[in-house]
């Protein structure tokens, strides 16, 4: 089989991605500089040329024409007097007494500039010759760039670029990472259980590596939900199929009841205790083969968890008076409502707690406690005895699996109470984990959303 060479199709299309944004930023850095400059500095005004025109308007029109062309020069910026020979102003009113001074000046004279408010200023261009031996003052208006212009280019230019940079980094990493978000958070919800999530067709579309990624991740996610599928499947048919043996089993054992001797009858005692075990347990293995753990109507109803877990404790606390335990609960006087089915929470936590029972150590205190957050419930039990090792800690939660060791005797229990507890937590939108106590035993964690916090399914 030929090895196969990567494509490298996301590789170019980020090369192909920053190489345009690279083009765009110089485009658009180059058009900034050259508008920002002309505004900067703009072409220098040919005086002379103004002088003429100002000569020329006179001429032709009379004060009337002089006006307008005064008029339009103001618009760009310019305050234009014509001084005849006289030292008058053309259109007959007296100049301002401060302008008066600057009618001496001649044109081997500096320029004059006065300074206005920050960043703004007015040049004083020496009183040109005009036709007919008048002459033409003009205050030309500096812009707020005018006394550092390559700063002002330079700053301007920049401040171009950095904003292109921003604007083509932020698509460029919206369009890389959206679907890796969007993965990330369908194998959480795969990992929860939630067996039918998928990527979508957003990230499918892609033709690079993401989007192969995507497929694959798809199609394993097929395999895994049909496997999980075949496996509640043959739960329940093999459990449907031992009930019926069963019930003719124990029918069996009640007729032989009305004739069997006290020899017999200890030993049919012993035989209807396994056949009640083994009920118990088809009936256990149904129940776990009926929690899906991506259901929705699970989650339907509104259950009052304070109330729920103090029925359990003081159910529990019976069996825990036989090993000499006491069951020390600690929570509020109210606390918040959990969506969910009570039936498939009650069956959940009391599994948990009777674990907690079963293997603490006699004469020791279990601790109960339930704590409201802003938008979730914690219920802890904790309990004294021998810790697991760190591998059994996530694989107590698997069905049929028992943790080696002392701590599990050769008849308690099926390996099944905390696989239930598992597919029904995570049913309820919660979490369930387990972990060792600092004096040996474990202590067991159930985190379950309130009825406001579930999402809309």
């Known amino acids: 089989m030929a090895l196969k060479l990567p494509s490298f199709r996301l590789y170019r299309r980020i090369f192909l991605q920053l190489l345009g944004a690279q083009v765009l930023i ?26 003429r025109e100002a000569g020329e308007a006179f001429r032709t029109g009379g004060a009337h024409a002089f006006d307008d062309w005064q008029k339009k020069q103001f618009q760009e910026g310019k305050v234009t007097f014509l001084i005849g020979p006289d030292g008058k102003s053309a259109d007959g009113l007296d100049l301002p007494p401060h302008l008066e001074h600057w ?23 020496l009183p040109l010759e005009a036709p007919q031996g008048y002459r033409l003052l003009v205050i030309n208006e500096r812009g707020p760039f005018s006394e550092f212009p390559f700063l002002y280019r330079a700053g301007a230019a920049a401040a171009v670029a950095i904003f292109l940079i921003a604007i083509v980094t932020l698509f460029l990493t919206r ?10 958070r ?13 990527v979508g067709n957003a990230a499918l579309a892609r033709d690079d590596e993401i989007g192969e990624l995507a497929a694959d991740f798809d199609a394993m996610a097929e395999r895994i939900q049909d496997q999980f599928q075949n496996q509640r499947q043959l739960f329940r048919d093999v459990s449907h199929e031992l009930k019926s043996p069963l019930a003719r089993l124990q029918l069996a054992i009640e007729l032989l009841r009305a004739e069997a001797d006290p020899q017999q009858e200890r030993w049919l005692d012993r035989l209807d205790k396994e056949a009640h075990a083994l009920s118990t347990m088809i009936d256990r293995i149904l129940m776990l083969a009926q929690v899906d753990p991506s259901a929705v109507d699970i989650r339907r109803g509104r259950v009052d968890i304070e109330a729920l877990l103090s029925s359990l404790i003081d159910d529990a ?6 090993k000499g335990q006491k069951i020390i609960y600690e929570g509020p006087a109210e606390a918040p409502i959990v969506g969910g089915s009570q039936v498939h929470l009650a069956s959940a936590i009391e599994n948990v707690i009777r674990n907690a029972i079963i293997y603490g150590t006699p004469e020791t205190d279990l601790r109960i406690a339930l704590e409201p957050g802003n938008e979730n419930v914690r219920i802890t039990v904790e309990n004294l005895g021998e810790s697991l090792r760190s591998s059994d ?10 943790a080696p060791g002392g701590r599990v005797g050769p008849t308690t229990g099926q390996g099944i109470g905390l696989a239930i507890t598992r597919n029904v937590i995570h049913a309820h939108r919660g979490t369930v984990e387990a972990r060792n106590h600092p004096d040996g035993g474990l202590i067991m964690h159930i985190v379950l959303p ?3 916090a579930l999402p809309e399914d």
């Open 393 to 402: 800690l996530r694989r107590i939660f698997e069905p049929f699996y028992r």
């Open 103 to 125: 009618l001496r000046l001649s044109p081997t004279d500096r320029m004059i500039s006065r300074e206005g408010p920050p960043g703004r200023g007015a040049d004083v261009i």
């Open 186 to 198: 369908v194998t959480h919800s795969v990992a929860a259980g939630e067996y039918s999530k998928r």
């Open 26 to 51: 110089a485009v658009g850095a180059v058009i900034a500089t050259v508008v920002i400059s002309n505004a900067v500095s703009p072409a220098p005004s040919d005086w002379s040329h103004l002088a």
């Open 450 to 452: 309130t009825s406001g």
């Open 175 to 184: 369009s890389l990472v959206s679907p890796i978000i969007d993965l990330r």
């Open 317 to 322: 606390r019976f069996e825990a008076g036989k």
